[in-house]
């Protein structure tokens, strides 16, 4: 057996990973950033 087989796993895992984590930030930046919609309902 050899490890090979294990990489494409984690790889996938830490893209999916990446995908999450910048889906977060981007929906965070449209809700409560300086030009989201909590500020446009302010204004």
Not at 32 to 40: A, F
Request: net charge neutral; proline share 2%; no cysteine.
């Amino acid at each position: 057996m050899s490890l090979a087989g294990a990489r494409p796993a984690i790889g996938g895992i830490l893209y999916l990973i990446l995908l999450a984590t910048l889906g977060v930030y981007f929906t965070f930046a449209a809700v409560q950033g300086d030009y989201g919609v909590l500020r446009q309902v302010e204004i």
